[in-house]
């Protein structure tokens, strides 16, 4: 019997898309593996290492198996992945439904069975599944059920993160599919226009979001600052108020939380926002709800999201995304508190790590452009 289901609450790691691109190698990964452990992100609850695309050869051997680049990883993968596994951390590798991956290698189409079991072989703990290069005749529900179902008879517990984009309605069979994660969006940029678009998209789809199947709103460009060899990824970078509020919106929006930034020379700042325990704690918040988006008066571009949480408080994020300081304002009521209940608020700052005091029928605190304020809230009696 298991004792554990293999995404309970939001995946959390590092992926090598990113910053890296294809420029990856066995030195990366296992310099990466260190300075996961060593900058406290395991601690901290990430705990997948995943390689992304161009980890292989062009074309499959005459077995029709994968081969691992010999300049990229002359060890091959097993080797990398007991590198990982005795850090600690668990080991995750791409692939993608269609005859080739995004980036031109080849992909598991018609090959989904013999893959898993390779992947198993090797000791993969996390699959993600690409949607480029697929068989125009053929929808992708049926690719990502194919996968799933061949993970699931692989011998060995492999988490699938569909990395689906957002079309044909994936959120309405993605969960049946058996997919612990589904992409819902278009690839990142480390820009806040990207941010700003893709937290937006996602609003209306928290429906869908739960434990086992977690809508991922894509890898985390924290830390980036423009950095990187990745033309698609690298547009110039955002400023830590802007990869703070990045990070805030993921964590109460339950995305997982994989980190894109290189690791091995983060900044300080970039440490202290993706290895912030309180707001990691919402992200993980063993009942999984989602949130809901309340308009504030007056601003159209400022917001509050709301998530109730395992023990009875409240998370609470103010966001403004207008280019101006702003008094984002919540009343109450607006989440249900009525004057008439003789109950008020008492937050707690998740980013100042500060006790706030009761607060009654209103909270307006100031949020910087494109900032925000977070905060975990008991109902008390005034
Ligand atoms: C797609 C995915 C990205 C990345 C690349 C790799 O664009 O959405 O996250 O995996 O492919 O080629």
Same mark, same amino acid.
């Given at each position: ?29 296992? @310099? ?9 992100? /395991? ?7 995943? !390689? ?14 994968? !081969? ?11 080797? !990398? ?7 600690? /951390? ?49 929808? @992708? ?109 993921? %964590? ?15 900044? %300080? ?67 249900? /508190?009525?004057? %008439? ?25 100031? !949020? ?13 009696? /005034?």
């Amino acid at each position: 019997m298991k004792n554990r289901t293999l995404a309970p609450t939001p995946p959390m790691g590092w992926n090598s898309w990113n910053t890296f691109y294809d420029q990856i190698n066995d030195e990366l990964i296992r @310099t990466t593996a260190d300075a996961m452990v060593e900058q406290g992100l /395991l601690e901290a609850g990430y705990e997948y290492l995943i !390689v992304d695309d161009c980890w292989s050869m062009k074309e499959r051997d005459q077995q029709g198996r994968l !081969v691992p680049d010999p300049e990229k990883f002359p060890q091959g993968m097993k080797a !990398v992945a007991d590198y990982v596994h005795s850090k600690g /951390l668990k080991f995750g590798i791409y692939s993608c439904c269609g005859v080739r991956t995004c980036a031109g290698y080849p992909g598991s189409f018609e090959h989904e069975f013999s893959d898993a079991e390779q992947f198993a072989e090797w000791g993969v703990d996390y699959l993600k599944y690409d949607n480029c290069h697929r068989p125009s005749t053929l929808t @992708t529900p049926m690719l990502y059920r194919r996968i799933s179902m061949a993970l699931r008879n692989s011998g060995r517990e492999i988490l699938l993160a569909a990395c689906q984009w957002g079309t044909e309605n994936v959120h309405h069979w993605i969960r049946s599919a058996g997919a612990q994660t589904f992409r819902s969006t278009v690839d990142i940029q480390d820009s806040w226009h990207s941010i700003e678009t893709i937290a937006l998209s996602q609003m209306e789809n928290q429906c869908f979001n739960g434990p086992e199947c977690f809508n991922d709103m894509d890898m985390l460009v924290v830390g980036m600052y423009g950095k990187g060899v990745n033309p698609e990824a690298s547009m110039g970078g955002c400023s830590d108020e802007e990869y703070q509020t990045h990070f805030a919106l993921w %964590a109460m929006m339950n995305s997982p939380l994989i980190i894109g930034c290189d690791i091995r020379s983060m900044s %300080a700042k970039a440490r202290e926002i993706l290895t912030n325990r309180e707001l990691i704690a919402i992200n993980q918040d063993p009942e999984c709800r989602s949130c809901c988006r309340l308009p504030v008066y007056g601003n159209p571009d400022a917001f509050v999201l709301v998530k109730p949480l395992e023990n009875g408080e409240y998370a609470l994020g103010f966001f403004n995304f207008s280019d101006t300081p702003f008094n984002v304002a919540l009343n109450f009521w607006d989440m249900g /508190l009525t004057s %008439a209940s003789g109950r008020g608020l008492r937050f707690r700052d998740c980013l100042l790590h500060k006790d706030l005091g009761l607060q009654r029928e209103c909270f307006a605190p100031q !949020v910087m452009p494109h900032g925000c304020k977070v905060y975990r809230c008991t109902v008390e009696r /005034l």
